[in-house]
């Protein structure tokens, strides 16, 4: 097993909700739609990369 990042920080769910101003029941719905951030669940435990939540945002941005 290879060794992740040091860069790439580790969110729980919770930390996750907090970085993105959602709920974590709206992010549990997102990912039931389809239509949220990747996420990695490992036996009962949910988590997420921070570099894959930027590059979520980044995928949502709007230009005017």
Avoid: C
């Amino acid at each position: 097993m290879t060794d992740l990042p040091s860069s790439d920080e580790f969110f729980t769910k919770l930390q996750a909700a907090a970085y993105l101003g959602l709920s974590t029941r709206t992010l549990d719905r997102r990912n039931a739609e389809r239509t949220g951030p990747p996420r990695v669940k490992h036996g009962n435990k949910i988590g997420y990369f921070k570099t894959s939540l930027i590059q979520w945002l980044k995928s949502h941005e709007v230009r005017p």
